[in-house]
């Protein structure tokens, strides 16, 4: 995964489209949001996506508590209509980490009927957040989801990836990575409002 930098953004993009069943749905806005269970945790205060740079959402020192030792790579996403994304790598770690700043398909959008994934219920600093995680072939890089409701019909889209070195990470190990990294772009995002 890690032989160079439009693998990575490649790799990106083929893991949101695994678990997003729906998503060229969303892309046209045309998708109706289905219904979900009622959220148990409220946004405590909006944090519109609108002008905000996904390679901003990690501070210098954030950036060094996941070992990312390469500048964030900003792209757009292939899967949701103008979409901004930035791909942080940690080369030495064989790890990166990505945020996708998804501005036409709210949190309800990512529920089972639209995603091919195994979904917890989640709070990151008190937003309803929710975990997808998709079991993969123990020969491919297992990755961890994280979709944070930030504003009315926009979520942050938080993803970790680790490439297999000794050994594979588990479900809990990626995931716990993810969830490290929707918490430390939500608190940048607060401090930016």
């Known amino acids: 995964m890690f032989d160079n930098k439009v693998t ?54 954030q950036q060094r508590t996941f070992a990312i030792d390469a500048p964030g790579r900003p792209a757009t996403s292939t899967m949701f209509e103008n979409g901004s994304v930035c791909n942080y790598s940690a080369w030495a770690d064989r790890s990166g980490l990505s945020f996708t700043l998804i501005k036409n398909a709210g949190i309800d959008f990512f529920a089972k009927k639209n995603i091919n994934a195994e979904l917890r219920d989640l709070d990151i600093i008190g937003f309803r957040a929710r975990e997808m995680f998709t079991p993969l072939a123990s020969h491919l890089d297992p990755f961890c989801t994280i979709v944070v409701d930030v504003a009315k019909g926009q979520v942050l889209h938080t993803m970790f990836d680790k490439s297999i070195d000794k050994e594979r990470l588990t479900r809990e190990q990626v995931c716990a990575k993810a969830k490290q990294g929707a918490e430390a772009a939500v608190t940048t995002l607060m401090a930016m409002r």
Request: with cysteine; proline share 13%.
């Open 8 to 61: 990575r953004t490649l790799a990106s993009a083929a893991a949101l489209a695994m678990i997003c069943t729906a998503c060229q749905q969303a892309v046209g806005g045309n998708a109706s949001p289905p219904q979900d269970t009622p959220p148990t945790v409220q946004r405590p205060r909006d944090l519109p996506l609108d002008k905000v740079d996904p390679c901003q959402l990690l501070t210098s020192e």
